[in-house]
């Protein structure tokens, strides 16, 4: 099976994948952000190329409406929506908030942003190593901070990641026992921050729905709703794809 964070290259198309989360019979299919958009054949290509490796489920990243069509003809179906928001360049921003000190995340310290990450995300949406690493890898530039609480335990991070123009909010988690305290106020607009200094003509950001915390905590610093929202997409590997 592909190692985290492959590229599949066809022609002059490119997408990335791997094995989502720690579930090993499903695979992600994302297109890069930098990138252009799939083609019908290139989205069957790659779904043949992971049917022969042995996953039995696909997955998309977040998808917005115009990038939906191609994989919802290949036969995906939509997995779940999320919230949009985005902020635009031209929007003032809060200065990060005092608190305590944001750190950069070692390799000692990853172990921790993965019990953090588990402790704030559903089975389904929580990272392992190999995820934590392609969220790390799916933008050019990336930023990873994370704050410490008690025992220098890691009790929250935020990793946020620019490609082009755009900029993206790619993960915000806060352990739910040190919640309140500002904490995911701090490491968002640390982010942020740092997305407008490499030049990013607006920030993206989304959220499963009825998660009333992040979304208040979006509005608050800035952020607007896209009201086309984002879809997560996924189909069945078998007999019929590799047909």
Not at 12 to 41: C, Y
Not at 117 to 123: E, H, I, K, L, R
Not at 158 to 168: D, V
Request: aromatic letters at 6%; one cysteine or more; charged letters at 20%.
């Amino acid at each position: 099976m592909p190692a985290a964070g492959q590229i599949i290259r066809w022609g002059t198309e490119r997408a990335r994948t791997g094995k989502w989360r720690a579930d090993g019979s499903v695979a992600f299919l994302a297109p890069l952000p930098d990138g252009r958009a799939p083609s019908p054949e290139f989205v069957r290509q790659c779904l043949r190329m992971l049917a022969k490796q042995g996953y039995e489920r696909v997955v998309t990243g977040a998808l917005a409406p115009f990038e939906q069509q191609v994989f919802l003809d290949a036969g995906f179906a939509v997995h779940e929506p999320l919230h949009l928001l985005v902020l635009d360049h031209t929007v003032a921003v809060p200065p990060v908030p005092p608190g305590p000190r944001l750190r950069r995340a070692g390799a000692r310290r990853r172990e921790g942003v993965l019990e953090v990450d588990a402790a704030a995300f559903s089975s389904f949406w929580r990272l392992d190593r190999a995820g934590l690493g392609e969220a790390l890898e799916a933008t050019p530039r990336h930023r990873l901070r994370v704050v410490l609480g008690d025992g220098r335990r890691v009790v929250g991070y935020a990793i946020c990641g620019a490609a082009s123009s755009r900029g993206f909010v790619q993960r915000l988690a806060v352990d739910p026992k040190a919640q309140r305290r500002g904490l995911g106020q701090r490491l968002l607009l640390d982010g942020v921050h740092w997305l407008r200094t490499q030049g990013t003509s607006q920030i993206a950001v989304n959220t499963q729905y009825g998660n009333r915390a992040a979304l208040a905590l979006y509005h608050k610093v800035g952020f607007r709703d896209d009201p086309e929202g984002l879809c997560v997409l996924s189909a069945p590997l078998g007999s019929s794809i590799l047909g």
